[in-house]
């Protein structure tokens, strides 16, 4: 008979979850919303199951219902869009609407915003086009709306704000504007490794963002690469980054964890919406998806995360409970 017996702690439901090793809680989900104009508005995303693209007078309801939820990222969508993305920094553009009004409902819930030009530029790209014959996208015309999207969400009176574009010095850009502006208390959570992913398509539809032409892989990271990635995390730090993202999250475990391993800083990792799309349309049942749901977003965090921005986050609430 074997002396060690590495059963024992399995053997029971009650001990495999005293002795796990990885938990997750409430305080690690972050809870993504699409914000539109108009009111009693609740629009199915069709490619995102039980995802809606949500008017403020709802997304207050729902917030209030999902009461477990301590923090959020807002993404708006706005009524018209231009070639400039002049609506992603209007004192009451959509974004700074919801953040007003949830401040008015819950002091204590903690807002990020995710700031760039996507949802807002008719072009669907990140930032400013250049005028020449071949595209491109400006890099340091870029950085100056995207401090001026900060700015207007941190007036509003968000906690965070997110940089989505991957411009080069968005994450100094941004800090030096904020500081100036005596907003020194609002953080930074920085898209510091955002590939050039296949699985935003979705997310795309939901925001309406997808690019009229060419594609994003100037600017976001390619998949092949991994020692870019450490380089681009190292950059938003010694910019004044407070929290770095990966994203996608279940194709990039490997990125998270050689993270976690060389930098002392809060990590958050985005599930994003065609991992969401691809288990809600192969999942058979609802516990086979509350399964899968829970496995995934362990190995995420097993990984070394330490938020994670998810569609079921009030699905798993409930689960957690």
């Not at 008979?1 to 090793?21: G, N």
């Not at 809606?52 to 219902?65: F, H, P, V």
Request: glycine letters at 6%.
């Amino acid at each position: 008979m074997p002396a060690v017996r590495l059963r024992r702690l399995r053997e029971k439901r009650a001990i495999r979850d005293w002795v796990s090793e990885t938990q997750l809680n409430p305080k690690s989900i972050i809870l993504p919303y699409f914000v539109v104009e108009g009111k009693k508005i609740k629009e199915p995303i069709e490619s995102m199951p039980c995802v809606y693209r949500l008017s403020i007078d709802n997304l207050l309801k729902d917030i209030t219902e999902a009461v477990e939820i301590q923090a959020i990222l807002l993404f708006g969508i706005p009524m018209h869009k231009d070639s400039l993305g002049f609506g992603a920094y209007k004192k009451n553009g959509i974004v700074q609407k919801a953040i007003r009004a949830i401040r008015k409902q819950r002091k204590d819930l903690i807002v990020i915003t995710d700031v760039c030009l996507c949802g807002y530029a008719s072009h669907g790209h990140c930032g400013i086009i250049k005028k020449r014959p071949e595209f491109a996208v400006d890099n340091d015309k870029t950085l100056e709306v995207l401090a001026k999207i900060a700015l207007s969400h941190a007036e509003a009176g968000a906690d965070f704000v997110a940089p989505s574009a991957m411009m080069d010095g968005q994450v100094r850009a941004i800090r030096e504007v904020l500081d100036k502006k005596d907003f020194e208390e609002v953080g930074i959570m920085g898209y510091s490794a955002k590939y050039a992913s296949n699985f935003y398509g979705p997310f795309r539809d939901a925001l309406h963002s997808a690019p009229q032409f060419g594609d994003r892989k100037s600017y976001q990271m390619d998949y092949r690469n991994s020692d870019k990635a450490l380089r681009e995390i190292k950059q938003d730090i010694e910019e004044g980054v407070d929290i770095v993202m990966v994203k996608p999250a279940l194709g990039y475990l490997d990125i998270i964890y050689r993270i976690k391993q060389k930098f002392n800083i809060p990590i958050a990792a985005y599930n994003v919406s065609g991992e969401y799309s691809m288990v809600k349309k192969y999942a058979q049942s609802r516990e086979i998806e509350k399964d899968m749901v829970l496995e995934i977003l362990t190995g995420i965090k097993r990984a070394g995360a330490d938020f994670i921005i998810t569609y079921w986050a009030k699905d798993l609430m409930k689960w957690l409970k």
